[in-house]
């Protein structure tokens, strides 16, 4: 995704508030939408990584 045009930078937003991420999760979420092919891709890259990181902490 590029993470410069307007309508993909609106729908990060909307994922921001909805989520309401902190800056950590914020930053991480530009870092994989830049790799990602969709919002769809995005999501799972997104999951997968909260669950990598769960799993460092147990």
């Known amino acids: 995704m590029n993470i410069n045009d307007k309508s ?7 994922l921001i508030v909805i989520n309401r991420l902190n800056k950590t999760q914020i ?7 830049a790799i990602s092919n969709d919002i769809n891709d995005l999501r799972c890259n997104l999951k997968w990584e909260c669950s990598k990181s769960s799993n460092k902490n147990t």
């Open 8 to 14: 993909v930078l609106e729908m990060l937003n909307k």
């Open 27 to 33: 930053l991480q979420m530009v870092n994989l939408a």
